[in-house]
C-alpha cells in the first residue's frame, strides 16, 4: 500500500514537473503538435516519437488509458480549499497595508486568486520612489505562496482620491 502511495505522489508531482519544463506561461504543445490552452489538457505522454501534451480527444483517439500505455501520465486534480481562500485574501491584503504603511503615495487596493497558491496584490501609487518587490519577497514568505504584484493603470487624479480616502 505505501509503493502505492509512493508511486501516485511521484506521478502527480512528475506531471507538475513537466508542466513547468514544457509548458509556457498558459499555453501547451500537444502531441499533434498544435497549441492548446492549460486548462484544455489532461495529460501529458513522454514517448519518444510523439512527446507532449494531451487533451481529452487526443487521449480518446491514441487510446493511452485503454492500452495501459507506460509514457503516459494523468494530469492531477487541483481542489481549491475555498474555505482558505478568504481569509488568507484578507490577511495578506492586510499585512501589505502593514509593509507599506510608511510609504507616502502609495496604496494596496485588492488581493485576488490567480490560481492555487498564486495571489495577484493589486496596488496603486502616484510616486516611483519605492519598491514594493521587499514587500512582496515578505508575504511569499509569510504565507507560503506566489504573490504577483499588478500596479493599477489609473490616472494620476484617480490615484490621488483612492490614496486620500482613508
Not at 11 to 20: P, Q
Request: charged share 25%; net charge positive.
Amino acid at each position: 500500500m505505501e509503493i502505492l502511495k509512493t508511486i501516485q505522489t511521484t506521478g502527480s508531482s512528475y506531471y507538475w514537473d513537466l508542466d513547468a519544463r514544457f509548458g509556457s506561461d498558459r499555453n501547451r504543445k500537444c502531441i499533434d503538435g498544435k497549441i492548446t490552452g492549460c486548462g484544455k489538457c489532461v495529460g501529458y505522454c513522454q514517448f519518444t516519437g510523439h512527446p507532449g501534451f494531451l487533451t481529452a480527444e487526443l487521449k480518446a483517439q491514441h487510446e493511452c488509458t485503454s492500452k495501459g500505455c507506460f509514457y503516459y501520465i494523468e494530469k492531477p486534480s487541483r481542489v481549491r480549499d475555498r474555505r482558505r481562500t478568504v481569509p488568507l485574501q484578507v490577511d495578506i491584503l492586510s499585512e501589505a497595508k502593514k509593509h507599506i504603511s510608511h510609504m507616502e503615495g502609495v496604496k494596496c487596493l485588492t488581493v485576488v486568486n490567480d490560481c492555487i497558491d498564486q495571489w495577484c496584490l493589486n496596488y496603486i501609487t502616484i510616486t516611483n520612489d519605492y519598491s514594493l518587490i521587499p514587500t512582496k519577497d515578505a508575504l511569499e514568505n509569510k504565507f507560503g505562496c506566489k504573490i504577483r504584484l499588478n500596479r493599477l493603470p489609473y490616472a494620476f487624479d484617480v490615484c490621488v482620491q483612492l490614496i486620500l480616502a482613508d
